[in-house]
């Protein structure tokens, strides 16, 4: 299938526009242990046997393409094709085997949920997430009712977060986490958890960050929330780009596949 680099709908051509991640031509390769018998000291070939149950996956396979300012770029694809090893990629956490990555800007993936401490209430953890952020204390606390009312736990903010249905943990850090804004901003499947209403407003948040000159990739199975946020879709099948363009057409594509 034709792959083409441009962006469509944008306000410009692609050279008014800032570009604030290039991918060339990348490549992501995994060495995994295949699991067998553990090799003993008795087993004296066992180095040599371990080294050849070493498996690659070649997990990306020469993926190219331009991501501008205020793209907001929805990434699909079956399970296992490779979407969050390209957005691990992009971070910096999982290294370029070949090819490269080029950003204006640190990318950041969204979640504070190392800095959490589930014994600890939601109060006490809007805190240590915003402070994980980089926020002052007194910054924290000038925007600590937004936080609360985005994430629509009040009831519940005086109760240890271990309290928490998964549902409510995970709009409490999208809530702290989306307070910063991100010039590039990795979204990986954090809108799958919480319910319909709660979606529609990360949704609107999304597009909030997008509007403030970021830039933004959402990695996401439904296709709902790809269409009411992105203005362009990377389809991505056993590790090659299959298709960047109009989410209309390369969804339209993906589900003739499926
Ligand atoms: N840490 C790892 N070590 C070894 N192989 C890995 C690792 N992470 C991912 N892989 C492999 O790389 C390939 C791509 O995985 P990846 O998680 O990027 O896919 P994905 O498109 O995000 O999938 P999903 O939609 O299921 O989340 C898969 O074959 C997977 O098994």
């Known amino acids: 299938m034709v792959a083409s680099t441009e962006s469509p709908e944008t306000s410009g051509t692609a050279e008014e ?40 996956v070649h997990a990306l396979k020469g993926i190219s393409f331009t991501a501008y300012e205020n793209d907001s770029i929805g990434v699909i694809g079956s399970n296992g094709s490779g979407k969050s090893t390209l957005m691990r990629a992009i971070t910096g956490l999982t290294p370029a085997t070949r090819g490269a990555i ?33 926020f002052s204390k007194a910054e924290i606390e000038e925007r600590y009712e937004e936080i609360v009312d985005f994430a629509g736990i009040r009831p519940f903010i005086d109760l240890p977060m271990r309290t928490y249905s998964s549902g409510m943990t995970a709009r409490l850090k999208f809530a702290i986490a989306t307070i910063r804004n991100h010039e590039i901003l990795i979204v990986d499947e954090a809108l799958a958890v919480g319910d319909r209403k709660f979606r529609k407003r990360s949704e609107q948040r999304i597009r909030e960050i997008r509007d403030n000159a970021g830039t933004v990739f959402l990695v996401s199975h439904s296709m709902q929330s790809i269409r009411d946020t992105c203005n362009r879709v990377i389809w991505i099948e056993k590790g090659e780009l299959m298709m960047d363009g109009d989410p209309d057409e390369v969804i339209a594509a993906y589900e003739e596949t499926r």
């Open 102 to 134: 080029y950003a204006s800007s640190r990318p950041s993936m969204l979640g504070v949920g190392a800095a959490l401490i589930k014994p600890l209430s939601g109060q006490r953890n809007v805190i240590l997430g915003g402070l994980a952020l980089g």
């Open 17 to 56: 526009r800032r570009p604030v991640v290039v991918v060339q031509d990348l490549h992501v390769e995994y060495r995994v242990f295949a699991t067998g018998k553990r090799a003993t000291e008795a087993d004296r070939g066992g180095l040599l046997r371990r080294a050849k149950r070493t498996r690659t």
